[in-house]
């Protein structure tokens, strides 16, 4: 009888213990949906951009009152984060504590410590065209479902605008310039996309195009306000030290600070200055090192467009055939298109705009710069050697396959809503830079031995973007200065630095993410080597990274259980 009791005693315990996890676990649930569903809420764009559209009639309410209630609840989700620290969690609840936790704290750091909406006006003129750019190129609906968002976000334009005259004081000189180049690109965007949506939903064309008038009028209202608003300090965009150390512990996950992010930069760009150069003399000693002259008069611009999207193919059929990492055959298209034009002060050569991860929808579209209409002679024989050469082919590792398009397509397909929403550069950009050295040490560039010279000017390049990065926003060095700087560093053109630099200030810490995830994945690949063995498989490597979504690769040591 006593044996028995102590088994109906032990059941009753496990039981009871089993209840109380499972309470736990699903009271977590409901948090990280809480807080999911508050970041969709607050910035819709961004919610847009990820695939999710309950949403999609909105932009972002920066009045004060919406800040300081946004602010409330993001301590409020702080607070009850917080009484999960130390429990049972499993290790994938734990994994998206951190990552949720992250969210909140980088989202309370920019409302509330960085103020970006009192100080940036180029983030009220992303947010009115986004808000209508993301829907129209999407295909989450029928045009005229996502008409109706489109018109919704119009309307909200001019609030949006008035919000930002009320909020912005002193703006950095750079902020302003941006805001000024993009509005106006902005404009036409606008009108484009009016008249379009007019001729093909005739249904609403007087609704479509009050809205759009309306919003047109409050981006040229806008532009006079930052004519005349009084400038800040030419340095003031700069965060600082402290912020910039809040973001690469919080944000990133990194156990060091900005003193030791930038030595790491100068020593990467040291050495890879150093094998750049060993390289070229290398080549520039090899007989037949000078390209024949081409000549051609047929090319035209679809036949450069039809030349980079076939590249795109023959990339994917490549790693489709090889042993390097599982593409699917249901994976969504990659489209190149032109950039546009409101991106172009931003973007000073090619970007990925990626599909959704929420988004039924998996088209991603491949940023190339503006061909010319009617090519001349020059220009003609210029692109026929590109294309001789298939000088696009390097770039499409890093932007389609297996980089940034792969990526996204996989990350897509995990069923878990807080491993879609995370997005961290570490991983998205260091993915991609890992990706070209990797499929050159596979055989992708065959015997071409000038291929070997782009992956070491792309590494040295990256690495000064560590050093610009941390200039910029912590030294807070005078922009021209880095520019100059940057040039003569990595050998490049003024104009293209500059666009490069633009997208520095406005992103901080983003730069030094390629070089510094690279080196990441890199230390997670050796860690799984050693402990596999000679049952190591690069295939299944890369197939299982990428299943994890976009997570700080410092998650991946927990997760897999690997020893740093």
């Known amino acids: 009888m006593k044996k028995l009791t102590v088994i109906i005693i032990a059941m009753v315990y496990v039981t009871a213990t089993s209840q109380a996890q499972s309470r736990l676990e699903s009271n977590f649930a409901g948090l ?20 999710s559209h309950n949403y999609d009639y909105k932009l972002t309410d920066y009045s004060d009152k919406s800040i300081k209630d946004e602010i409330s609840r993001l ?36 409302l509330h410590r960085l103020k970006l909406h009192k100080r940036n006006p180029y983030l009220y003129v992303k947010e009115a065209i986004d808000g209508v750019y993301l829907i ?33 004081k002193s703006p950095a000189p750079i902020y302003t310039r941006l805001a000024l180049e993009t509005l106006a690109e902005g404009v036409e965007f606008l009108k484009t996309a ?66 030791s992010l930038l030595r790491i930069g100068e020593a990467m760009l040291y050495e890879a200055d150093s094998m750049y150069r060993e390289y070229l003399a ?6 037949g090192k000078n390209d024949s002259v081409y000549v051609i008069g047929c090319i035209e611009k679809k036949d450069l467009l039809n030349y980079y999207n076939w590249e795109v193919e023959q990339t ?26 409101f991106l172009q002060n931003v973007i000073s050569s090619i970007a990925y705009h990626p599909p959704g991860v929420f988004s039924p929808d998996q088209t991603g579209y491949f940023y190339v710069r503006p061909i010319a209409d009617s090519l001349d002679q020059g220009q003609r024989e210029a692109y026929y050697r590109y294309i001789h050469r298939r000088g696009f082919k390097g770039a499409v590792v890093h932007e389609a396959y297996p980089g940034h398009h792969l990526q996204f397509q996989i990350a897509s397909r995990t069923e878990d809503s807080v491993r879609k929403w995370a997005e961290n550069m570490l991983m998205v950009e260091g993915w991609a830079l890992y990706c070209e050295q990797m499929m050159y040490e596979n055989g992708f560039y065959e015997s071409d031995p000038r291929r070997y010279l782009n992956i070491l000017r792309g590494i040295r390049f990256r690495a000064a973007r560590i050093i610009a990065d941390v200039r910029l926003h912590v030294q807070k060095t005078d922009i021209d200065e880095v520019i100059a700087w940057m040039v003569e560093a990595v050998d490049a053109d003024t104009a293209s630095v500059r666009a490069e630099i633009n997208r520095y200030v406005l992103q901080p810490t983003v730069p030094m993410s390629y070089l510094i995830g690279k080196l990441e994945i890199i230390r997670l690949r050796d860690a799984a080597k050693e402990r596999e063995g000679d049952s190591f498989s690069l295939k299944e490597f890369h197939d299982r990274l990428l299943a994890e979504g976009a997570l700080p690769p410092a998650l991946l040591w927990e997760i897999w259980g690997l020893s740093e």
Request: proline content about 5%.
């Open 32 to 51: 990280a949906g809480d807080i999911l569903e508050n970041l969709q809420s607050f910035f819709p764009v961004r919610a847009t951009e990820k695939g």
């Open 75 to 110: 301590r409020g989700y702080e607070k009850r984060l917080r009484k999960y620290q130390g429990t049972s969690l499993s290790q994938e609840s734990r994994i998206k504590y951190r990552l949720l936790k992250s969210e909140v704290d980088i989202a309370l750091h920019d």
């Open 136 to 168: 129209l190129t999407s295909r989450y609906a029928p045009l005229e479902e996502r008409a109706q968002n489109i018109v919704a976000r119009m309307k909200a334009t001019p609030d949006l605008f008035r919000q930002a005259r009320t909020n912005l």
């Open 194 to 259: 009016r008249d379009e949506l007019m001729q093909q939903i005739p249904e609403l064309a007087t609704e479509i195009q009050i809205a759009a008038e309306k919003a047109i009028a409050s981006m040229t209202e806008f532009h006079r306000f930052l004519d005349g608003i009084e400038p800040g300090g030419e340095n003031s965009f700069a965060m600082g030290k402290d912020d910039f150390d809040y973001k690469l512990k919080h944000q990133y996950f990194l156990n060091y600070d900005s003193d």
């Open 282 to 287: 290398y080549l520039d000693s090899m007989p």
């Open 316 to 341: 994917r059929v490549f790693l489709e055939a090889g042993n390097i990492v599982t593409v699917p055959d249901d994976i969504g298209d990659c489209i190149v298109v032109e950039t546009p034009p």
